[in-house]
């Protein structure tokens, strides 16, 4: 009997500590880590002599030095230095395509690493870029260009070029809206440079997606990534750093 009375006891206890436990999320917290230099100064021999052979590959793949950033750069919400940059790339790209956008877009979604003072190389571009995006070009009319900044402002802020002037509010509300110093006008177009990515309506600009006169090419050569490691190689040919800043392209209110 005592026994029974144990392993019933025994059951029971299993089973309540097998319910399932209702958890809640308390907080959620992000930081940007710049891996450099500083985690070279104690290398651990073993890997360090693992890697080497890998290393010498990876080095002369990843290691040409395409260009030189002026300071550390970050992509953030509602803009940053990061984001301008490469918004910026998509317009001074648009040459070599002829076209003339007024206005580029580059989703903070795809940026996925940081730039770091001093010498880019190709590594560095491929780990801020690292999908296979690129570039296009598409033609809004005002009213779906109006529609495009409401969503950037309920996003918070994406990467815009400049000219672009928007003030949104801290709940995702578009307050004011100007383009090269003007309102925009419903009944205009507009010439946009953006990645293939967004044109299909992704992440959270579905404005993009109504687009017309679609100029989408899919050689490999106009990725993104090449196009950033061509404007820093332009740079670095002409002795110039690359630089980049906030200069109040999205605020927040």
């Avoid at 040409?64 to 940053?80: C, K, L, Q, T, W």
């Avoid at 040459?95 to 003072?117: F, H, S, W």
């Avoid at 529609?147 to 004011?176: C, T, Y």
Wanted: net charge neutral.
């Amino acid at each position: 009997m005592k026994r029974q009375v144990f392993f019933g006891f025994l059951a029971s206890l299993l089973l309540f500590s097998c319910a399932p436990k209702h958890y809640q999320l308390a907080n959620v917290e992000r930081t940007r880590i710049i891996v450099d230099s500083r985690y070279d100064k104690n290398p651990d021999e073993a890997a360090v002599k693992f890697l080497e052979p890998y290393k010498k590959v990876n080095d002369s793949i990843m290691g040409p030095i395409v260009g030189v950033v002026a300071h550390n750069m970050y992509a953030d919400r509602p803009e940053s230095d990061l984001s301008n940059l490469l918004a910026d790339i998509l317009v001074w790209a648009s040459k070599d395509y002829g076209e003339q956008p007024v206005l580029g877009i580059y989703n903070m979604g795809g940026i996925r690493a940081a730039l770091t003072k001093g010498n880019v190389t190709y590594g560095d571009v491929l780990d801020v870029a690292p999908f296979e995006n690129r570039i296009c070009f598409i033609t809004l009319t005002g009213k779906r260009m109006l529609d495009l900044f409401r969503q950037i402002a309920n996003r918070g802020g994406e990467g815009v070029s400049h000219g672009v002037e928007l003030v949104i509010s801290k709940d995702g509300k578009l307050l004011s809206s100007k383009l090269h110093g003007k309102e925009i006008d419903p009944k205009a177009e507009y010439r946009v440079a953006t990645i293939n990515y967004l044109i299909e309506g992704n992440d959270g600009m579905p404005a993009l997606k109504e687009g017309t006169n679609i100029i989408a090419p899919t050689d490999k050569s106009n990725n993104t990534r090449f196009l950033i490691m061509n404007y820093f190689r332009d740079h670095q040919a002409r002795g110039v750093m690359v630089d980049s800043k906030v200069e109040g392209r999205i605020i927040e209110k």
